[in-house]
C-alpha cells in the first residue's frame, strides 16, 4: 500500500502511538504528529512518544476478575504495541501491572520511528487538519492545544466538556523510614513480576488519621481562575483533599483502607488508616504516593505529607499538581467507528474521546487504527461485541451514555474507566456444580469468570470473521 495516501494521526501519546501502529503493521503509510518538543504542556516532561505523566501503573493485570486486565489481555491479542511495551518494562506491583515509565515510552518511540510505514513529524496541528488529508485519526488527548480545541468546537457547534486531573506525588525510596512502614501488597497478592510484597505501607491510628484529615481540609490549595471554577473533577481521579472534603472517613474507605495488610512492627494492632506507595522505575529508587493526586500547594504537599508516619524526612522527586482536561461529548458527535459526525474523514481516539485512563486510551487508539486501516481498504469493521471489554467501552463513548436521562434533560457525558457495569448481563446467573444459585463472594467471583470467558470467546469471534483470508489479500 506504499503508493495510498498517508494516513494522519495527530497525538503521539499512547493513543495516538497505538492508532499509528495499528495502522502501519497493516502496511498503510502513517505521518504521526507530535508537538513536542517545539511545544511543550504542564504536564510533560519529555518529548517520548506515550509518555505517562500521572501514573506508571496500567491497574489490574487479573484477565478472569477484573475488566482492566481483560483490556490488558484483548489487547495483547490485537497486537498492541503498548501492552507489548508494557509488559517488556515492567516493575513489581502486586497484581497490576505497572512499568518503568522512562524506559516504556523510549521503547514506543523506538519502535514507532523504526518502522519504515511510518514518518514522524515533530510539528504542532493548530487548527482543522487541512483539507487535503484524506483520513486524520485524532489522539491528542487531555491537553489539545486550544487552536486545535476552538477548530474543533466551531465545526462540531458544541463547546468541549473539561475537567481536572491531579497528579500524585513521588518520593524517593531512601528518604522513607522502614522503622515504621513495611513492604507488603493487599492479601499478598504477587501480580506480573511481582512478590507479594510490592507496595510500601504507611500506618496511622485514628489521632494521626483525623489530624491528616484536618490538615488536608486546611492546607492551602492552588487558586483557580474564574472559568476553571466550575470546571468538574473525574471521580476516578479526584484530589485527595477533594475526597477529605465529602465526609472524614471517605479516605479509609478509599485510597487509605487499611484492609489486607498487617504491620509487622505490631501485628496486635489494627491501623485506622494506611498510606501505600507504589514502585515508580525499575531501578526501584522512586515510589509513587497511590491515590494521593493533589492540588495542595507544593510547600503544603511537604509539610503535610510529612505527618504521615515513616515519611517525616520524606524526599520528594515530584510534588503533585493539576492539568485541565478536555474532551468531546461523544455520544452525540461520533459514530460507531468513532467518526466526527459533522466531518467523517476525522476520527478520534483517546481522552479526547471521553474515555479514561492510560490502558482505556491505548484501546480506543488501537480500534480507531482498526476502523481507519478497513476503510481505506474498502471495507467495512462491525462493531466489536459489547461482550468484549473493548466493544463495551466504545458502546458507551459512541452512545451507551446519552440515553440515560435525568429530570427530563439528557444526562451530561462523563469520562468512564472500563468496568464490567458496562458489559452485558449474563443470560443466567452462575450456578454450582449442584445447579443451586450462588450468593454472596463465591457468585461474584463465578460471576467475573462467566462475563470475561464469554469475552474472550465473543472476541475470537470477531478476530475470525474479520480476518481477510490469504486469498482474499491476493
Not at 38 to 45: K, L, P, Y
Not at 155 to 163: E, N, R
Not at 359 to 374: N, T
Request: proline fraction near 7%; glycine fraction near 10%; hydrophobic fraction near 40%.
Amino acid at each position: 500500500m506504499s503508493g495510498s495516501a498517508p494516513i494522519h494521526v495527530i497525538g503521539g501519546g499512547l493513543a495516538g502511538s497505538e492508532a499509528a501502529w495499528q495502522l502501519a503493521e497493516r502496511g498503510h503509510p502513517v505521518v504521526l504528529h507530535e508537538m513536542r518538543p517545539r511545544r511543550g504542556t504542564d504536564a510533560h516532561q519529555t518529548d517520548g512518544l506515550a509518555e505517562l505523566v500521572c501514573s506508571n501503573s496500567f491497574r489490574s493485570d487479573d484477565a478472569n476478575g477484573n475488566a482492566v486486565g481483560l483490556l490488558h489481555q484483548e489487547m495483547r491479542s490485537l497486537g498492541s504495541l503498548i501492552m507489548r511495551a508494557g509488559d517488556a518494562h515492567q516493575v513489581p506491583a502486586g497484581g497490576a501491572l505497572a512499568v518503568d515509565r522512562d524506559d516504556f515510552s523510549q521503547s514506543v518511540t523506538r519502535a514507532l520511528a523504526a518502522h519504515p510505514n511510518v514518518t514522524l513529524a515533530r510539528e504542532e496541528v493548530d487548527g482543522l487538519p487541512p483539507a487535503a488529508w484524506e483520513r486524520v485519526i485524532v489522539a491528542t488527548g487531555p491537553l489539545t492545544s486550544p487552536a486545535l480545541a476552538a477548530a474543533i468546537g466551531a465545526l462540531t457547534g458544541t463547546q468541549s466538556l473539561a475537567f481536572f486531573d491531579a497528579i500524585a506525588p513521588i518520593v524517593h525510596r531512601d528518604s522513607i523510614d522502614l522503622g515504621k512502614a513495611w513492604f507488603q501488597s493487599r492479601y499478598d497478592k504477587a501480580g506480573p513480576g511481582g512478590t507479594g510484597a510490592d507496595y510500601i505501607n504507611c500506618p496511622l491510628d485514628r489521632e494521626q488519621y483525623d489530624a491528616f484529615i484536618q490538615a488536608l481540609i486546611d492546607g492551602e490549595k492552588a487558586s483557580f481562575k474564574e472559568w476553571e471554577a466550575t470546571t468538574p473533577y473525574f471521580d476516578g481521579c479526584l484530589p485527595i483533599e477533594v475526597m477529605a472534603e465529602r465526609g472524614p472517613e471517605t479516605l479509609r474507605h478509599g485510597p487509605m483502607k487499611p484492609v489486607g495488610l498487617t504491620n509487622p512492627h505490631d501485628p496486635t494492632v489494627k491501623a485506622c488508616a494506611i498510606v501505600q506507595l507504589r514502585q515508580d522505575n525499575a531501578l526501584g529508587t522512586l515510589y509513587n504516593m497511590v491515590g494521593f493526586q493533589t492540588k495542595l500547594r507544593h510547600a503544603e504537599q511537604v509539610r503535610i505529607f510529612r505527618t504521615i508516619p515513616g515519611l517525616e524526612n520524606a524526599e520528594f522527586a515530584r510534588l503533585g499538581g493539576l492539568h485541565r482536561n478536555t474532551y468531546l461529548d461523544s455520544p452525540r458527535l461520533l459514530d460507531a467507528t468513532l467518526r466526527l459526525k459533522a466531518e467523517p474523514r476525522l476520527r478520534f481516539a483517546g481522552q479526547i474521546t471521553g474515555c479514561e485512563g492510560y490502558v482505556e486510551s491505548a484501546a480506543i487508539g488501537l480500534m480507531a487504527g482498526r476502523f481507519a486501516a478497513a476503510e481505506a481498504e474498502g471495507r467495512t469493521l462491525p462493531p466489536l461485541p459489547q461482550t468484549t471489554a473493548l466493544g463495551a467501552l466504545i458502546a458507551h463513548i459512541t452512545g451507551g451514555h446519552i440515553a440515560a436521562e435525568d429530570q427530563g434533560a439528557p444526562r451530561s457525558f462523563q469520562p468512564m474507566n472500563v468496568n464490567f457495569g458496562l458489559f452485558p448481563p449474563l443470560a443466567q446467573a452462575p450456578r454450582n456444580e449442584t445447579g443451586r444459585r450462588l450468593r454472596g463472594p463465591e457468585k461474584a467471583v463465578l460471576k467475573k469468570r462467566a462475563i470475561t470467558d464469554r469475552a474472550r470467546a465473543d472476541l475470537a469471534g470477531w478476530i475470525d470473521a474479520t480476518t481477510p483470508s490469504p486469498l482474499a489479500a491476493e
